[in-house]
Nanobody
Framework: QVQLVQSGGGSVQSGDAMTLSCVAS????????LAWFRQAPGKGREGVAQ????????NYADSVKGRFTISEDNEKNILYLQMNSLRSEDTAMYYC??????????????????WGQGAQVTVSS
C-alpha cells in the first residue's frame, strides 16, 4: 500500500528557510508524479510545485517561483520542498502528493490520489 509520511514544518520568521520531507513507500519516486500542495485556513488546497523525475521536469506556482525548490532522492524515495525567503502568506498546512503518471499532471488536488498527512508551516512577520 502506498504511504507518504511527512516530516518538517513548524514556526519561523519571515525571510527564514525551511525544508519539508516526504518519505514514500511502495512507490518509486522517480517514476511517479510528485507534488506539494498547501491549504491556508479558510482557503482551498492549492498546488505549490510538481516534479516528474523521470523527465526531469518541474513546475511551480507563480507565488513560489524562485523561492521554493522541489526535489527528490530516488535512492531513499524521499521528496523534498526547500522553502527560502518565507513570507507570512506562505503560512499553511503543506501536503505531499503522488500519482502514477506518464507525464506531468495538472497541479490540482483532483489529479493526485496519494497524500501525506500534512505539516503545518507558520511564518511570522
Amino acid at each position: 500500500q502506498v504511504q507518504l509520511v511527512q516530516s518538517g514544518g513548524g514556526s519561523v520568521q519571515s525571510g527564514d528557510a525551511m525544508t519539508l520531507s516526504c518519505v514514500a513507500s511502495s512507490i518509486t519516486t522517480r517514476y511517479v508524479c510528485l507534488a506539494w500542495f498547501r491549504q491556508a485556513p479558510g482557503k482551498g488546497r492549492e498546488g505549490v510545485a510538481q516534479l516528474y523525475a523521470r523527465e526531469g521536469t518541474t513546475n511551480y506556482a507563480d507565488s513560489v517561483k524562485g523561492r521554493f525548490t522541489i526535489s527528490e532522492d530516488n535512492e531513499k524515495n524521499i521528496l523534498y520542498l526547500q522553502m527560502n525567503s518565507l513570507r507570512s502568506e506562505d503560512t499553511a498546512m503543506y501536503y505531499c502528493a503522488a500519482q502514477a503518471c506518464a507525464s506531468q499532471r495538472k497541479l490540482v488536488p483532483s489529479e493526485f490520489h496519494y497524500w501525506g498527512q500534512g505539516a503545518q508551516v507558520t511564518v511570522s512577520s
